[in-house]
């Protein structure tokens, strides 16, 4: 028995060496290095090594593309018990990617992947389920995959689940709720969530009423990307909200509305250039 601890304790070693080099030569940007690495990982049953391969083959990064054997990689992978195998499994076979494309086998995959720990493959499903999409709608089974997945650090479940508290979708309304999940959502980068945040303390809705704030959160949603965040924010300064009243810089929020097709900021663009007499 202890011969045998001992061969098992020694093989351990040698193949944890193989996958600590191979994370080596991936940080300092030796993908051709790692790849071999990796490989040698894998083969030795690393399924860990195994999802980071299948990862390099899908994007050709240290190794020609190959989307069939990045499937078989992370296939391999998600058998061995890496969840973020099974989740990047189920993207494939959505985008039908080195796999016939098989939406049910997608579900199962994603729902394998997030009892695993995965929280994007939380996230995922429960977007299926909220939709209705490849999947019998549930608004239940939503609120209960968006936890999972804000619980996990994935900010876009937070902001879902936001959505699902401040509409009553499959849980009781709950704006004071809502709040907290949208500003975890905000934190963690995500622009939408900032701006229905920024509307919420503008409104004072499940939040002491504060148009400062509702600047600031205007602003990072504007910031991100949202044509909502910059007519939020433009309105402000053409009405002197919280803020010294612009008519410049509103107009400058709503051509930036209008620039990303917001029909809303197109509008108001027009009006207050008219006012302005430009």
Known sequence: MKKLILILALSMSLFGSDFDDAKVAYGIGDYSKAAKL????????????CTVLGLMYKNGRGVKQDSFKAAKLLAKACDGGVAK???NLGNMYINGQGVKQDYS??????????????????????????????????NFKAVELFTKACDGGVALGCDALGDMYSVGNG???????AVELYTKACNGGVAEGCGVLG??????????????????????ACDGGVAEGCGALGDIYRLSEGVK?????????YGKACDMENERG???????????GQ
């Open 105 to 138: 086998k997608a579900v199962k995959l994603y729902t394998k992947a997030c009892d695993g720990g995965e929280a994007l493959g939380c996230g995922v499903l429960g977007t299926m389920y909220r939709d209705g999409k490849r999947v019998k709608q549930d």
């Open 85 to 87: 195998g099974c989740f």
């Open 171 to 177: 849980v009781k309304q709950n704006n004071f709720k």
């Open 199 to 220: 509307l919420m303390y503008y409104k004072g809705k499940g939040v002491k009423q504060d148009s400062f704030k509702a600047v600031e959160l205007f602003t990072k």
């Open 245 to 253: 009243q612009n008519s410049k810089k509103a107009l400058e929020l």
């Open 266 to 276: 197109c509008k108001a663009y027009a009006e207050l250039k008219d006012e302005l």
């Open 38 to 49: 990796f490989t040698k990982a894998c083969d030795g049953g690393d399924a860990i090594g």
